[in-house]
């Protein structure tokens, strides 16, 4: 059995729609316990309690939101106990080129630093799921295959 965390912020709903495909594709995989919590109600033992941990912010000016940067800050005081859990992560933002892949590669930064796991994707949407504004079906459907995906690889090291 493998262990979800799904940690988001969203102010317009977009980036919290895109936690629920992300927790739905996470759900597809058999033997999968899923958590998705806002991050404002996210714990440190949240993340230690975890196998795979999947952040999700909106962007802003090119980054993730102060909310979650602050989440992450926080984490220096389990730094070290994140080791070899699966990371990924997920951003709306307002348009095209407004971010959105340095968003990403912030989050996963922070990831790797505690010297979690992050999986790239070669075909498309190399470093996490990206939606501009709401998010659309095929928006939705990366969410969801980037839940499955974290999940599978998170059974595959922890399993």
Known sequence: MVKVLVVYDSKTGN??????????????????TVIQKGVSNASMDDMLAADA????????????????KSFFDKSF???????????????????????????LLAILQGMLIHGMVVQGRHDNKHYGAAAVESPDEEEMESCRELGRRVTELAARVHG
């Not at 495909?21 to 995989?29: E, I, K, L, P, Y």
């Not at 941990?53 to 979650?68: F, R």
């Open 15 to 32: 980036t919290e729609k895109m936690a629920d495909a992300v927790a739905d594709g996470a759900r597809q995989v058999e033997g999968a």
């Open 53 to 68: 941990i999947l952040v999700g912010s909106p962007t802003y000016y090119g980054g993730m939101s102060g909310e979650v």
């Open 77 to 103: 005081k389990i730094h070290g106990k994140l080791r070899g859990k699966v990371g990924g992560a997920f951003t709306s933002s307002g348009g095209t080129a407004c971010g959105a892949e340095t968003a």
